[in-house]
């Protein structure tokens, strides 16, 4: 089993629709990411996790609601996206959430295309 | 407006021969840098790290540089291998720059047999 697993890896959906992804780890992390990648932008921080506690959330639209229900799991719920939401959304797990010398693990991504 | 900038989306270099990726950045409390690779289809995966009280890391074929003064940091490869090829990002951190870390926009490394 690889440490942090996504799913879906590719997901199409209409502006509509709600969808929701997933991410678990398998590290025995405490902490849990969702990052955004769009083309040509750096990633972006979009939901910090620590212990299932939200610390950390940057001004991200309310159309991107995160979910933890315990330290291994992390949801990403979609509704009403737009066109330009369309990006690389990345899960990542630390050992704690002060990350001054630790590092990330990522998952493989979600490939989104909202048309 | 980007704290951490890699200036160069792409770069190419014939097998053998010497990989200078370079990053630059504007927050002075970041005092703790990494560099992620990352292949199509897959996350990035931790490269190589270095301490602001450092100004040399070395891993093998890996050596980041750190200029504290002039703000910049860089990653050489040597010898490059075709394997290397991949998407190299830049990251920040710092105690007293939120902990979180910033990462520039990546530069594409290209490296030809």
């Known amino acids: 089993e690889t440490g942090v697993t996504q799913t879906p890896r590719h997901l199409v959906m209409g502006m509509t629709n709600k969808k929701s992804l997933k991410c678990e780890q398998h590290l025995g992390h405490n902490a849990m990411y969702w990052y955004k990648q769009s083309a040509k932008k750096p990633l972006e921080l979009m939901f910090v996790y620590s212990l299932e506690e939200r610390v950390e959330n940057n001004s991200v639209p309310s159309r991107f609601s995160p979910e933890c229900p315990n330290s291994s799991h992390l949801f990403l719920h979609l509704h009403t996206l737009q066109p330009e939401d369309s990006a690389l959304y990345l899960c990542a797990s630390s050992q704690e959430v002060l990350l001054v010398t630790g590092e990330l693990f990522f998952g493989e991504g979600s490939r989104l295309t909202v048309l | 407006d980007q704290q951490v900038k890699q200036n160069s989306p792409s770069l190419s270099v014939q097998e053998g021969r010497i990989s200078i990726l370079n990053c630059d950045y504007t927050?002075?409390?970041?005092?703790?840098f990494l560099w992620y690779k990352k292949y199509p289809a897959e996350g990035p995966t931790f490269l190589i790290s270095i301490s602001s009280i450092k100004d040399k890391n070395e891993d093998g074929r890996f050596t980041v540089f750190l200029n504290k003064s002039a703000k910049h940091l860089s990653l050489h490869i040597v010898p490059s291998q075709p394997g290397d090829s991949a998407v190299y990002f830049c990251?920040?951190?710092?105690?007293?720059?939120?902990?979180?870390?910033?990462f520039g926009g990546g530069t594409r490394l290209m490296v030809k047999p």
């Open positions: 990251a920040a951190s710092g105690v007293n720059a939120g902990n979180m870390l910033t």
């Open positions: 927050n002075s409390m970041f005092d703790y």
